[in-house]
């Protein structure tokens, strides 16, 4: 249970980041009693307890998610047999198969996967990705009639398809079959396909209903693998994709796609992937060495492993910019190539991009702060959601600025930009208390096509329909925002001073890992830290030296603030919470802090 803080009585006039703090309910007896059983120490306990996890079994699950029990996924996903027999058939028969993919990581390391293991099968199969700028997401009319065309005779759509009820049904006339494997929420009208397998459409307390577009493709190859009995050799390549593409998309990281994400952080370093390698590579990843660990049940050890944050922040960006700005074959060829040069090249080239996207992402984001600060932060309070559109901006990095805005003024944002034919085309990211499928489809009569889930979302309109959509949109905010809600939210789990952290504190922090969506890393706060030095470093980070003094000693520590340029000076004494992060730097190994909120010292 969260218990919100107090406002503070002593509000410094100086500029901080707008938040509201959350913080856990400690419950010190109930984690003495789960840390005596699991043999984790109270405070990864007390984080347990605060991921609604109480009992001694579901911590056990948790903490090793090897002792599972998974149930069949045949048993699971009522489609899974009739989408194996098309499979089957086809090719058996030589029949084409088609994949249709998606731009984004999810999409392309889905299609890379099944395009691996398909082929591996035997299968004469292709791929097709719609265009980010001519098409927009998921199947269309124009690829379905160039797949008959071309003598396609199963197409097979993945980490979309759900919504596209006209382009499957115009595919059904022609007499295609079609697999729908996709992960999206569920439209009132299910498309005509043959099979459908959606992790939407499955019992929410079932392990597998969490997993992304290339999870459900990875289940897809496996169970045809294994009735093919052709499953040797290639459950370790699926797996590297499939980690991949789950702590890109951020799907969350509980039921099977914990169990398997730990696995393949581990795998990842040792892939023979040369795709794998070579974006490890060109990202400069540093392997961190962290004992030994079962890899698979019987299998081989590795000493070394990835985290959820090497992938969200370093291998999985590089991927996406291709998909925002560049070519998707790029991807496809990087990561379905057993050509090490090939891979480097490509490699390469998800590095260029990704510069380029960055440096798109800082222009488009400064403008749209400026557009917002002259005509619109003075009314989030009453319209309580931001609506931004601008001609000139590349569809493809708007979402990342859509986010940006979310974590600077803590409404939901929708942002779109101009293009041709007199429409708008744009991104939407929503905060936890808003949910923007069922804004989009609040707003439905407004919009051409549109899709998503709780947190994020896409989707076009006519121009003349903006003023419409806006009024539309703040009527829904309205309904379910209050004005608390308008600051972004920081959930801690507990307070601790400096003196308790270290090396032991983050060795058991360990324990919770792989961390990400529905599992976030632990958070900590600490009050009346003082700031000893501050400077702002690369493009408007802070970086600053903290101290606590107890009981007369003086606790040091570093620490960042990533993109807080804009609130450079800190004031010299604050309430602090955040994350722990290891820092290597000449062969030594410090831990440091990395703020993700501040708050005026009531001391």
Known sequence: MLEEALPKSTISQQRLPPQRWQIYRQQPECAASLAGVTNVAPIIAQ???????????????????????????????????????????????????????????????????????????????????????????????????????????????????????????????????????????????????????????????????????????????????????????????MLALFTLGTIADLAPLIGVNRRWVKRGLKHLPQSNLPGIKALIQVAGLQVREEGQGELFPGGNTSSKSLKPEDIGFR??????????????QTVISLLTTDDMTVALECAQQCELTNTSRQQMCEVI????????????????????????????????????????????????????????????????????????FEALQYCQGLLGKFGGHKAAGGFSLAADNLDLLRSRLSEFANHCLELHHLKPLVKIDAEVDLSQINQQLYQELNALHPCGMENPDPLFSTGNVQVISQQIVGKGHIKL?????????????????????????????????????????NGTTTIELELVGVRPSSA
């Not at 099968?121 to 199947?139: E, H, K, L, T």
């Not at 960006?317 to 070519?327: E, K």
């Not at 702060?369 to 569809?395: C, G, M, N």
């Open 545 to 585: 030296t903290l101290s606590q003094t107890i009981n007369h000693q003086e606790y040091k520590i570093k620490a960042i603030a990533w993109r807080w340029g804009d609130y450079f000076p800190l004031p010299p004494r604050l309430d602090i919470a955040y994350k722990l992060r290891e820092n290597y730097f």
């Open 47 to 237: 984080i347990l307890i605060n991921r609604g996890i109480t009992t001694p079994e579901a911590a056990q699950g948790f903490l090793n998610p090897e002792s599972l029990n998974l149930p069949s996924p045949l048993e699971e996903f009522p489609d899974l047999a009739i989408s194996l027999d098309l499979l089957q058939q086809a090719i058996a028969s030589h029949g084409k198969i088609s994949i249709c993919g998606d731009y984004d990581a999810d999409g392309m390391t889905s299609t890379a996967l099944l395009l691996r293991s398909l082929r591996s099968f035997g299968a004469d199969v292709n791929y097709a990705i719609p265009s980010r700028m001519r098409d927009g997401y998921g199947i269309n009319q124009r690829i379905v009639e160039e797949f008959h065309d071309e003598g396609i005779n199963l197409i097979l759509t993945v980490d979309n398809g759900i919504s596209a009820y006209e382009p499957i049904a115009r595919a059904r006339e022609l007499g295609m079959n079609v697999i729908v494997t996709d992960h999206h929420d569920i439209p009132p009208k299910l498309p005509p396909a043959n099979a459908i397998l959606n992790p939407k459409l499955i019992a929410e307390s079932s392990p597998y209903r969490g997993v992304a577009g290339v999870g459900v493709a990875y289940i897809l190859a496996v169970s045809l693998g294994q009735r093919l009995g052709a499953i040797k050799g290639l459950v370790q390549p």
């Open 315 to 328: 291998l999985g960006p590089r991927i996406n910019a291709i998909g925002r700005i560049g070519d998707p």
């Open 365 to 436: 984001e400064q403008q749209a702060i400026a557009y917002v600060e002259e005509w619109f932060v003075s009314t989030l309070p009453k319209y309580r959601v931001l609506v931004v559109v601008q001609p000139d901006w590349h569809h493809g990095v708007i979402g990342i600025v859509a986010s940006r805005l979310v974590e600077r003024y803590g409404v939901p944002v929708f942002i779109g930009t101009y293009e041709a034919g007199g429409h708008i085309r744009g991104s939407a990211r929503g905060i936890p208390e808003f949910n923007v």
